[in-house]
């Protein structure tokens, strides 16, 4: 039996056991959201010894190569030592600069960091509170406008991160872990193409800052966003969408609560095969508006989709 090594420990784990499973029942305690390669909260690194990876192309070569890996996705077959993400080590210093709700479930969290963090609409962070809590959350920000990093949490159903979300002040230290690039992002080479961006719920993080930068960078086609929410009260950014809209006559956005969503899936009709759907959300919703894009004629391969998985 191979024998892991953590936290000034060692034990015997039978060959084959998942790494943060291994990691967690002997008291590790490390974080994790979805097991499944995409939120990066599980990251360890291995500094002697190697596991099986299952997905070696979750991480860049440099983060690979000084030995970082995601336990959820790592299989233990040798001997191997791992040392722990330690955010006051590993991570990014940063302060709440504001904290405010959009909605009745949507909590707007705004944060300096001590340093400037390069990055690009569409992108997401790991945010570890203080207590050591880890979730990964998409940027809403706009990088060189928003002097801000802003996130949009769900905070409608209870949960760890969410619950000492609502307790942040003003002046209260945060720290900041990978910073993650999805499907979503914006191509200056679709300025002409019609640009389709749907969203369910804070799905519509990302695409706020998407839709300014494709703004920002004067797209010339149409540009679509349709937004759903639960009730009307959870579209938390109808009014700035409004505001943008009127002064840009070839943005189009429609607001849609649940009821209303099935005869609006019906009527999607492209004016273009040559449209670009970026598509955010849970899982069911991003699944019935990419088969619906696909049933008008959309190909696969035009639509780039982010999805927020559950907490496993």
Same mark, same amino acid.
């Given at each position: 039996m191979? =024998?892991l090594?953590?936290?000034?420990?060692?034990?015997?784990?039978a060959s084959g056991?998942?790494l943060l499973d291994?990691?967690?029942?002997?008291?590790? /305690?490390v974080?994790y959201?979805c097991r499944?390669?995409?939120?990066?909260?599980?990251l360890?690194?291995c500094?002697?010894?190697?596991?099986l *990876?299952?997905?070696p192309?979750?991480?860049?070569?440099?983060?690979?190569?000084?030995?970082w890996?995601?336990?959820c996705?790592c299989?233990?077959v040798? *001997?191997?030592?791992? =040392?722990?993400?330690?955010? %006051?080590?590993d991570g990014?210093?940063a302060r709440v600069?504001?904290?405010?709700?959009?909605?009745?479930t949507?909590?707007r969290?705004?944060l300096? /960091? *001590?340093?400037?963090?390069?990055?690009?609409?569409?992108?997401?962070?790991v945010?570890?509170?203080?207590?050591?809590v880890?979730?990964p959350y998409?940027?809403?920000s706009l990088?060189?406008e928003d @002097?801000?990093l =802003?996130f949009?949490?769900?905070?409608? !159903?209870?949960g760890t991160?969410?619950?000492?979300?609502r307790q942040?002040?003003?002046?209260?230290? %945060?720290?900041?872990g990978?910073?993650?690039g999805?499907a979503?992002h914006y191509? @200056?080479d679709?300025?002409?193409? @019609?640009?389709?961006? %749907?969203?369910a719920?804070?799905?519509?993080?990302?695409?706020?800052?998407?839709?300014?930068?494709?703004l920002?960078?004067?797209?010339?086609? &149409?540009?679509?966003?349709?937004?759903?929410?639960?009730?009307?009260?959870e579209?938390?950014?109808?009014e700035p969408?409004?505001t943008l /809209?009127?002064?840009?006559?070839?943005?189009?956005? =429609? !607001?849609?609560?649940?009821?209303?969503?099935?005869?609006?899936m019906a009527?999607?009709?492209?004016v273009?095969?040559?449209?670009?759907?970026?598509l955010?959300?849970? &899982?069911g919703?991003?699944?019935s508006f990419a088969?619906?894009?696909?049933?008008?004629? !959309?190909p696969?391969?035009?639509?780039?989709?982010d999805?927020?998985?559950?907490?496993?």
């Open positions: 191979p =024998e090594r953590a936290g000034g420990r060692s034990w015997a784990v056991s998942n291994s990691l967690n029942s002997a008291g590790c /305690a974080p959201s499944a390669g995409s939120c990066h909260a599980c360890v690194r500094s002697a010894g190697a596991p *990876d299952a997905k192309e979750a991480l860049d070569a440099a983060r690979r190569a000084d030995g890996r995601l336990a996705q299989q233990v040798d *001997d191997l030592t791992v =040392e722990l993400f330690d955010p %006051l080590r990014l210093p600069e504001a904290c405010d709700w959009l909605s009745p949507v909590l969290l705004r300096h /960091a *001590d340093r400037p963090l390069r990055y690009r609409a569409g992108q997401h962070l945010l570890w509170s203080a207590s050591g880890a979730r998409s940027l809403a990088p060189g @002097p801000w =802003e949009h949490l769900d905070c409608r !159903l209870p991160f969410c619950d000492a979300a942040l002040q003003v002046g209260d230290a %945060l720290r900041l990978e910073l993650r999805g979503l191509d @200056p679709w300025q002409q193409r @019609p640009l389709w961006l %749907l969203a719920g804070t799905g519509l993080a990302p695409l706020w800052g998407l839709l300014r930068e494709a920002r960078q004067e797209h010339q086609g &149409p540009i679509r966003l349709l937004h759903l929410a639960r009730e009307p009260a579209h938390y950014l109808a969408l409004q /809209a009127a002064r840009h006559p070839n943005l189009h956005v =429609e !607001l849609l609560h649940g009821a209303e969503l099935p005869a609006a009527d999607l009709r492209l273009s095969r040559q449209t670009i759907a970026l955010c959300g849970h &899982p919703s991003v699944e088969r619906r894009l696909y049933l008008a004629g !959309l696969r391969n035009q639509q780039l989709a999805v927020f998985l559950p907490h496993a």
